[in-house]
């Protein structure tokens, strides 16, 4: 069976394709860049919080709740290096895109109770990371100006990868 996109990931495929290919000064500036991640954070927080409030299989909420305790953790150090650097992440086109397919994505998983929402939630949980990932590796992380901004990006990835194949080992048992 083929899994549709979800409204999330296909906001973050058509916003992070175009910037590939364009030029230098349309990548994202550094304070974009910590909008966007922060943004990314927040939405799979929020994810799998409702997945811990509706699911009763034991795996998924263990997932969820790892997803809850890394990204929070990803984005309280991303909120203090702002701090450090006195700079204000920059809302932007990217960040607003991604809390709207959100907001939609959050609306599908709503109406869905038992396996068939733990399974349209570990399935859309396998397509964003790998999403996300592709566009740290691919655009944040070589737009990134600042060290410390790119070294935080790189070590999210580690744990964002580590989180995919997570994923996708509690897909393969959610039926």
Do not use: W
Request: aromatic fraction near 4%; avoid cysteine; hydrophobic fraction near 45%.
């Amino acid at each position: 069976m083929r899994i549709r996109p979800t409204a999330a990931l296909a906001a973050l495929s058509l916003l992070f394709a175009a910037p590939l290919a364009a030029s230098a000064a349309d990548k994202p500036t550094d304070p974009q860049i910590a909008h966007i991640a922060y943004t990314a954070g927040v939405i799979d927080v929020e994810a799998a919080k409702l997945a811990i409030s509706k699911s009763k299989n034991k795996d998924v909420v263990a997932f969820a709740e790892d997803m809850v305790r890394d990204h929070e953790a990803v984005n309280t150090q991303a909120l203090d290096l702002v701090k450090k650097l006195n700079v204000t992440p920059e809302d932007n086109d990217t960040s607003r895109a991604l809390t709207q397919a959100a907001a939609d994505e959050r609306a599908k998983l709503e109406k869905l109770d038992g396996a068939a929402f733990d399974k349209a939630y570990v399935d859309n949980e396998v397509a964003y990371h790998k999403q996300v990932n592709g566009a740290l590796e691919s655009l944040l992380i070589p737009s990134a100006s600042n060290a410390d901004l790119k070294a935080l990006l790189e070590t999210g990835l580690k744990i964002f990868q580590g989180h995919q194949q997570h994923a996708e080992h509690v897909a393969a048992t959610v039926k």
